[in-house]
C-alpha cells in the first residue's frame, strides 16, 4: 500500500511512521521543509497544503492519504490562522487527493471537537456535539470542527471514503514542542503544585497510531471514532507525572471557586505575555471534565490501548532527557 501524510514530523507523525513503514507501507511526506527529520525510505515532497499548485506535486500511483498536518494554538488572536490552516487548508487537500485519484482518506482530528463536560459522570463519544459558547471560546477547537466538517463533505461527494479519528490527549515519545509535556514539565520544574478538580482521558502515542492504522484499514467511511486511552482526574494525572520524579513536591488541590480567579488571571496574563496554552479557556478547562469512550473504536476497529499511564509517563520522560527537553 502506498500511503501520503501530512504532518508526518509532527508528535504523532514521529511514531506512525516507523509503524507503517514496519508494516511494508511506502511511505510518501508532503513536508514544509527539506531538512526535516524523517526515517530513511521516506519519499519527501516539499510542499504545503496550502500551495495552490499542491495537486501537481502529488506522486501517481497513491493509494490513501493520513492527514496530521495542522496548526495548534489556543490564542484567540490567531483564528484566522487557526482556520486557515486547519479548516481550508485540509478542503484544499482533500480536493487535491480526489482530483489525483485518491481513494482512502484518514483525518486526523481531535477529541475536544465532542465537547467538554461540567458532569464527571457524563462520558463523551462520538454523537457529542460541543455547546456553541464553548466553540466561540475555543478557537482551536472551530478549527477543528471546520476541518471534520471539510472531511464530510469530502465522503458526501463520494470520490473518496473519508474516516475521522478524534484522539484524546496524547502522552508520549516524540512530543518536540511539549504539547502534552508541558505539563510534565511544570510537575518537574516545582517543589509546590496545584492539583485542579477537573479531568481528562490520556492515551500512549503508539496505541493512537495504532487506531489511526486500523481506522484507515478498517474503519467505516463517513464516521468518527474517538481514539482514547484512560479517563483520569487532574489530580491524579499530577501525582503519577510526579511519582516519576526524586524528591517530595507539595500538592495543593485547587478549589472550584478559584475558577473564575483563574480565569481572569490567565486573561491578564495573555494579554501581557501571549502564548500557545496560557489562555483562559485551557486554565478553565482544568476545572472541567474531557471524558471520552472509545467503545465504537473498540466495537469497529478492534482497538484496544495496550500501555498504562505509569508506562507512558516514562516513554514521554525518556524522550525528553534524551532530546534535552527535560533535564
Known sequence: ????????????????????LREGMSVSALVRSPDCRLPTGVNRIHGDILDPDLEAKLPPGIDGLVHMAALITFDASRLNDLMMVNGEGTRRLLAAAERVGIRRVTVVSSACTLGISEDPAKILDESSVPAAALVNRNPYMASKLEEEKAALECQKRGRCEVVIVNPTTVF??????????TMIRKVHGSRIVPLP????????????????????LNGTP?????????????AGL????AG???????????????RWFVSVGASVAARCAGGRFLTPQILEDLFLYKYYSHALAERDLGYRPRFGIGETLR??????????LLP
Open 244 to 258: 516519576q520524579f526524586p524528591g517530595r513536591r507539595l500538592l495543593v488541590p485547587v478549589p472550584r471557586f478559584a
Open 172 to 181: 508520549g515519545a516524540g512530543d518536540r514542542t511539549m504539547n502534552s509535556g
Open 222 to 234: 463517513g464516521r468518527r471514532y474517538v481514539l482514547g486511552g484512560v479517563n483520569l482526574t487532574f
Open 238 to 241: 499530577v501525582r503519577e507525572i
Open 1 to 20: 500500500m502506498k500511503l501520503l501524510l501530512t504532518g508526518a514530523t509532527g508528535f504523532i507523525g514521529e511514531t506512525l511512521v516507523p509503524c507503517l
Open 315 to 324: 516513554s514521554a520522560i525518556e524522550y525528553y532527557r534524551r532530546e534535552g
Open 197 to 216: 478538580p477537573g479531568g481528562t482521558n490520556v492515551v500512549d502515542v503508539r496505541d493512537a497510531c495504532a487506531g489511526i492504522l486500523s481506522a484507515h
